[in-house]
């Protein structure tokens, strides 16, 4: 190192350049460098702040200590570097030293206080024959502030560069100011160096906070192995397309200006009140942590590591979301406001999936927090059946557009907490599918204590022709589950056949009382009348295997007429002759049977009076009467007495609820006889004609 002793008097001091106070400066004063030295040949330029800029005062302690609150600037100017102070002491303001810079093989600064500015104005153009082109910078004290400004051309820097923030790294700041390049550059900012590509390594310690500039042109910054302790600011350009890359350590609520694109891979990046948005988000590791948000417009992809904190990561309405785990979301909200894919595991537990009124969310997968939906869900996405299992609360009140399989096949929908069901589920069948079920099960037996909230327990939706009902039933595994199971309709008419023909020609209604069994169990599903126009109808019933039962009004009066009769199953009628039964049927998605009719003919009445001929004129005439006491048989054509009666005092009989059918569908013929009882003529006067 180059050092020189000068004794001089005061005036040739002052003449040199020093611009110390004649009060605080000695005849004798050591290391001060000469001021405009022309030097021939290479030399190591040594700038102490103790020494070679202010002086000392020999055997007065303390008296020489350098004023705080001073910048030293380093500087080419004219090809010559330029040393300059300046502080609140303008007497001591100035340039202290200036020679040729392709003289000094290397610089070294050398602070003393505290509140200290050293600021490397580059390009300095260091050259000299044996030149290591090196500079080290040692703060020395506390909260001093270290720039290093203008790297922008090759060979700014090529040998070593030391920077020491000072005896403590509290307070010490360190500046990386490139925003004079026009170039496209990389950077990496690690927690001891800071490198642009193609330059030397800048390597750093003792500082507290860290600030790195960019220049104009596309900037892509690498963070790695970051001390939690330090506070870093990154800041591209203006220019669009500029990224960071987290790759390690720790980023604890980190300024960052005018990127466009995070790249977290690992490491903890921790938002607390420097919020980010973003054009690109893509995390496939590390963790992202704090209370504020990161908000994605374009397209936003998670497929591996951790967000955690109490912020919110959203991508967009025009954004495009992927979820691909297995992946952890802890008390954090993740938001989906365009279009989103969620396949694979997100465990953690604590956060919630937030599918917005704006999104579209096409999820397969287990989440171990909450589900919330007031967009569109798609558990499997379009045209297939997919399982969505939520560990924490499912609340839907958007839309649910599901694909509907086979009942127990990954179409199930498993959540262990409450279940809020408010909003339009939208079905559509999967093709080849026997029977069409979607299943929103709350899960006791995961220990959620589960249960279903403001949900419409019968709510029917329709899709494709079809309809499907929303149901809450009991499972054997779950607590209970809120089954979407397709539906139809059954019916239809009633009627009165009075030529027997079992044809409805007639138009005439009967009423009628319908029950619907469960053809497995013989369960009656649900009871029905028909109206006043003889139809009926059962609603969205669950498609499976069905008879109906027929019971008449007056079941005294009324007989089921001939089934089956014909070719049209639409016009006969449906119902056994004996107790009224349909035969089973299958029920089938998207087809209402509206072909289940019944039809009963009225049983029919033989009678009229029996009354003495006076005058033999065979009319009831004159002084005739009624002859009571006869008795009357109904006999078939063949004999066979049917019914026996006795005549009223005044001669009237009345045989009843006669059938006019056998079990043949025949018509039965029938005669009435008359009998006397032992001395009837004797005690009426009269004897059957």
């Known amino acids: 190192m180059m050092y020189q002793t000068y004794t001089k008097n005061l005036d040739a001091i002052v003449r040199f350049g020093d611009r110390g106070v004649i009060s605080r400066i000695d005849e004798t004063i050591d290391n001060l460098i000469e001021p405009m030295i022309n030097q021939a040949g290479a030399y190591d330029l040594v700038l102490d702040m103790n020494y070679q800029i202010y002086g000392r005062v020999p055997n007065v302690p303390h008296a020489d200590l ?66 290591t082109k090196a500079f080290t910078i040692d703060g020395r004290g506390g909260k001093d502030i270290v720039k290093i400004v203008g790297l922008d051309r090759p060979g700014d820097f090529y040998g070593p560069v030391n920077i020491n923030g000072g005896a403590a790294s509290e307070g010490n700041e360190l500046f990386f100011d490139d925003t004079s390049s026009s170039t496209n550059n990389t950077y990496d900012v690690t927690g001891s160096h800071v490198t642009r ?39 591209a350009g203006p220019t669009a397309d500029d990224k960071l890359y987290v790759e390690s350590g720790f980023l604890d ?13 690992g490491g903890t990046l921790k938002l607390v009140t420097n919020s980010l948005t973003l054009t690109t988000f893509t995390q496939t590791g590390g963790t992202l942590d704090g209370a504020a948000n990161v908000t994605v417009s374009k397209v936003m992809s998670w497929s591996g590591g951790t967000m955690q904190g109490t912020g919110r990561t959203e991508a967009l309405d025009w954004s495009v979301a992927t979820i691909a785990g297995p992946v952890t979301l802890t008390a954090r ?20 999936l937030e599918n917005a009124w704006s999104g579209t969310l096409n999820a397969t997968g287990t989440l171990a927090g909450d589900l ?24 839907h009140s958007g839309t649910l557009a599901v694909d509907l399989g086979p009942e127990g096949d990954a179409s199930d929908q498993v959540v262990a907490q409450t279940v809020t069901l408010s909003g339009t589920i939208s079905p559509a069948a999967v093709s080849g ?50 089954v979407l199971r397709a539906v139809a309709d059954i019916g239809d008419y009633a009627w009165q056949d009075g030529n027997m023909n079992g ?22 599903v649900a009871t029905t009348s028909s109206g006043p126009d003889g139809k009926y109808r059962f609603r969205d019933v669950l498609v499976g295997n069905y008879y109906l039962v027929f019971t008449p009004s007056n079941s005294d009066w009324w007989r089921f007429t001939l089934a089956n009769a014909g070719v049209d199953d639409a ?40 009354w003495g001929d006076a005058n033999n004129n065979g009319l009831f005439d004159g002084n005739d009467s009624g002859v009571g006491g006869l008795v009357v048989n109904l006999l078939k054509w063949d004999g066979t007495v049917q019914d026996t009666m006795t005549t009223s005092p005044g001669g009237y009989y009345m045989f009843e609820r006669v059938e006019k059918r056998n079990y043949l569908w025949n018509r039965i013929d029938y005669r009435v006889g008359f009998t006397e009882p032992p001395d009837y003529a004797d005690k009426y006067g009269y004897s059957v004609a």
């Not at 909200?333 to 919630?352: D, E, H, K, L, M």
């Not at 569109?376 to 299992?389: E, I």
């Not at 016009?571 to 072909?595: C, E, K, M």
């Open 66 to 131: 350098p004023p705080e609150d001073i910048t030293i600037t380093a500087t080419n100017v004219g090809g010559n570097l330029q040393l300059s102070i300046e502080g609140p002491d303008a007497l001591l303001n100035g340039i202290y030293y200036s020679a040729p810079a392709n003289n000094i093989k290397s610089l070294t600064i050398r602070g003393s206080g505290d509140n200290e500015t050293i600021v490397i104005n580059g390009p300095l153009g260091f050259g000299g024959a044996g030149a």
């Open 197 to 235: 590509r193609g330059l030397t390594q800048m390597n750093y310690a003792n500082f507290s906070k860290l600030d790195v500039k960019g220049g104009t042109g596309q900037d892509i910054f690498h963070a790695l192995n970051i001390p939690q302790p330090l506070k870093l600011g990154l800041a």
């Open 253 to 265: 609520d980190p300024t960052l200006t005018n990127f466009e694109h995070l790249f977290l891979s």
């Open 333 to 352: 909200r993740f938001v989906n406001a365009g279009a989103g894919t969620w396949a694979g595991a997100i465990g953690g537990g604590g956060g919630t």
């Open 372 to 395: 919330e939906n007031s967009g569109l869900l798609r558990p499997g996405g379009a045209g297939s059946v997919g399982r969505v299992t939520v560990g924490g609360r499912f609340s």
């Open 433 to 482: 599918s026997p029977a069409k079920f979607y299943t929103v099960v709350v899960d006791q037996s995961a220990g959620g204590g589960g249960a279903f909230a403001n949900a419409a327990h019968g709510a029917v939706l329709t899709v494709g022709g079809a309809r499907y009902k929303m149901l809450y039933e009991a499972d054997p595994t779950y607590w209970g589950r809120a």
């Open 503 to 524: 044809r409805q020609g007639e138009l005439v209604p009967a009423e009628v009382t319908v029950k619907l069994h469960k053809a497995e169990t013989a369960e009656v």
């Open 571 to 610: 016009d006969d009628s449906d119902a056994d002759r004996v107790g009224g039964f349909t035969p089973a049927f299958t029920l089938v998605p998207g087809v209402d049977n509206l072909i289940q009719n019944a039809g009963l003919y009225l049983l029919g009445k033989v009678g009229d009076r029996v």
